[in-house]
């Protein structure tokens, strides 16, 4: 998940420094008409990526709290930015009100999923907090399975990127965010244990 996130992290970089040399096919040229939204999204994307899958080490929490909180911090306002730049993107996505729908729904969830992870951990519910830092980092590891699934789709339609495309809108986030339902479910017991007066996260 690290190498994964990662290397879409440094693919999402390559935006926005190469900028619209990046862009290309009938997705190219909707980001050409608003090229400041998708550098944004790209942006601030990058570091969500980046810093998610650090945030899920026992060893980091356990002998660095404050810097796992100085990268929560940093990952919030990260993953509630790209969703707020998903949202606008979304409405202006190839495709149409499949893809609307698909993308704007993935960045709706975003910010819903941090939010709540944010407010859980200032109310010290460390247990609800990892729960729902879990499905916001599920959505946002949409990023890499759109990548992995896009070229698979289109193989399957014979080289045919946009009905491709309207699947991986949806594709991309909907098995990430039900693996995350079972993960969590089937690690919920084991994480209530409490620990020096402390529920273990």
């Known amino acids: 998940m690290l190498a994964l996130s990662l290397g879409i992290a ?4 390559a935006y926005v420094v190469r900028g619209e040399k990046m862009f ?12 400041w939204g998708i550098w944004a999204h790209a942006f601030v994307a990058m570091f969500a990526l980046a810093l998610g899958p650090w945030q899920f080490r026992a060893a980091l929490r356990q ?3 404050r810097l796992h909180r100085t990268m ?18 979304a409405v202006h996505s190839f495709g149409g009100l499949t893809t609307h729908l698909g ?11 941090t939010s709540i992870a944010y407010l859980r951990i200032r109310k010290r ?12 980092f599920a959505l946002i590891f949409a990023a890499v399975t759109l990548r992995i699934l896009l070229p698979l789709l289109i193989a399957a339609y014979q080289g045919s990127f946009p009905p491709a ?25 084991r994480r209530q244990v409490p620990i020096g007066g402390i529920i273990a996260a």
């Open 24 to 35: 290309f096919g009938e997705v190219g040229a909707g980001f050409r008409e608003r090229p």
């Open 165 to 189: 495309y309207l699947w991986v809108s949806w594709l991309c986030w909907i098995p990430n965010v039900i693996w995350a339902e079972w993960y969590i479910r089937r690690t919920r017991a």
């Open 72 to 89: 929560g911090k940093i990952y919030v306002v990260a993953a509630l930015s790209t969703g707020l730049t998903g949202l606008y993107m």
């Open 10 to 13: 440094g693919y999402a970089l």
């Open 63 to 65: 002998r660095r709290l």
């Open 103 to 113: 993308f704007g729904l993935l960045a709706a969830g975003v910010l819903v999923t």
């Open 125 to 136: 519910d460390t247990v609800a907090h990892r729960e729902w830092m879990i499905r916001s």
